[in-house]
């Protein structure tokens, strides 16, 4: 893609990854129950935002959200961003109270749910500015269903030129912070820094429309959405949602992704899984090939971080490979290209067990308040114990006192209706202050 040709905003950039590849599948559950192709899912957000209307939600209106990883999730935050509005995701643990603050911190007339979310958000929206509940599955009355709102959209509503209308200084999205250090915050992200950052990445570890991804951590967290939402917008990547995380093995075995972000306890358990098959494999020689093959593959893992493999090492790992492929495709890892790590930090010995096994994690930093991720480590210079170097366009320093300094076009606009908290966290010259204490060595 051109620098010409770049979207200026996530609208645009579905209207043209739509339209380029129209009858791919974008949507799927796993099994293939549900499969869309991108020209099923931009008639949804058609309908869906000729719904809203009707509802009166325009430009600059917040919509709420609460639901599982699932197809409607996307249909309707990508519908709401077509109208100049601003989705945002309710962390489905919230208590209560943490649901009524967030509701009125964004001031949302419209909330769409789950049914199993249905009678806690009923509970919370005395005091806020709800007037209307959408359920996206079943029927709970007095709640209107995601079919029958867009089944009844505006007539006169105006697809093509509300969406056009959108800029790129617009807000994208809010990101709300978990609330465990107080209420929580509405980080507003805009279509142009989610770009930033979407194109940082791009940069380093180029996506492109063949990959598969399994959506499954929470969508209230920026990773989820950067990762599954986000982009396949601007590649036209295909996106399996999961509603329930435990049967993420199960999903991983038959999607095979190309591109998998995982928590450090998602990577554990898979080192724990891979650790199993060599451990209790019945067939005696085969159990004794795989142990071989990782002796062999730690051995090439730690020539391979150390610096150039000896040619021994190189030639006995390609024969152990032929065994780790099996462990591999065991999992339904033998098809990744990009792997990632971040959130927390993520114990080296993992790291060092999945690297011998054939898959190479890059560790990543960031925040909800730059948009995602701010440095990497590189798929081909991995440096273990580090969080890598920072993505381009990011500045890094540290302050005297060790805190990480970061700017760069990704940073958020600030906090919903928060300035002097906005001006705690992005100082005078443009420095957003992470809260994070870290060293940058020679390397960068």
């Not at 209106?61 to 990883?69: E, G, I, R, S």
């Not at 911190?105 to 419209?110: H, L, N, P, Q």
Request: with cysteine.
């Amino acid at each position: 893609m051109t620098a010409q040709s770049a979207p200026a905003t996530f609208c645009q950039a579905f209207q043209e990854t739509s339209a380029r590849y129209a009858d791919e599948v974008a949507l799927r559950t796993p099994g293939g129950a549900v499969a869309l192709t991108w020209r099923e899912y931009a008639g949804r957000v058609r309908q869906i935002a000729a719904g809203l209307a009707r509802l009166g939600v325009g430009y600059g209106d917040t919509v709420a959200l609460m639901m599982t990883n699932r197809p409607e999730f996307h249909f309707v935050d990508t519908a709401v961003i077509h109208l100049g509005a601003v989705p945002f995701s309710v962390y489905n643990t919230f208590a209560p109270g943490q649901i009524r603050h967030v509701l009125r911190d964004a001031g949302s007339r419209v909330v769409i749910c789950e049914e199993q979310f249905t009678a806690r958000l009923l509970a919370v929206a005395d005091g806020t500015a709800a007037e209307h509940l959408v359920c996206v599955d079943g029927t709970p009355r007095p709640v209107l269903t995601l079919d029958e709102l867009a089944a009844d959209g505006d007539r006169a509503f105006g697809f093509e030129a509300s969406w056009r209308a959108v800029g790129p200084g617009d807000v994208l999205t809010l990101i709300y912070t978990s609330g465990t250090t107080g209420p929580p915050k509405g980080i507003e992200i805009t279509h142009a820094q989610m770009l930033a950052a979407q194109n940082a990445i791009q940069a380093v570890m180029p996506a492109r429309q063949a990959d598969r991804l399994v959506s499954y951590l929470p969508m209230a967290h920026a990773a989820e959405r950067f990762t599954s939402h986000y982009l396949p917008m601007l590649t036209g990547a295909q996106a399996t949602a999961l509603a329930d995380p435990a049967a993420l093995p199960a999903a991983l075995r038959e999607v095979r992704p190309s591109i998998f972000v995982g928590v450090p306890r998602v990577w554990e358990k898979l080192k724990g899984g891979a650790e199993a098959l060599a451990t209790w494999e019945p067939d005696p020689t085969r159990r004794q090939a795989m142990q071989h093959a990782m002796q062999i593959a730690r051995q090439h893992a730690a020539a391979a971080l150390a610096g150039p493999v000896p040619p021994d090492i190189a030639a006995a790992y390609r024969l152990a490979d032929q065994v780790l492929s099996t462990i591999r495709s065991a999992l339904g890892l033998d098809q990744i290209r990009i792997a990632v790590s971040g959130s927390a930090p993520i114990a080296p010995g993992i790291l060092r067990y999945l690297l011998a096994l054939g898959i190479p994690i890059t560790e990543t930093w960031g925040l909800s308040e730059t948009s995602g991720s701010i440095t990497i480590n590189r798929p081909d210079a991995i440096r273990i114990g580090t969080v890598g170097t920072a993505l381009p366009g990011v500045e890094l320093k540290a302050a005297g006192d060790g805190e990480l300094l970061v700017s760069g076009p990704m940073m958020m606009k600030g906090y919903r209706n928060d300035l002097a908290r906005t001006a705690e966290a992005i100082d005078p010259a443009g420095w957003l202050h992470t809260g994070d204490i870290g060293t940058i060595d020679a390397d960068g």
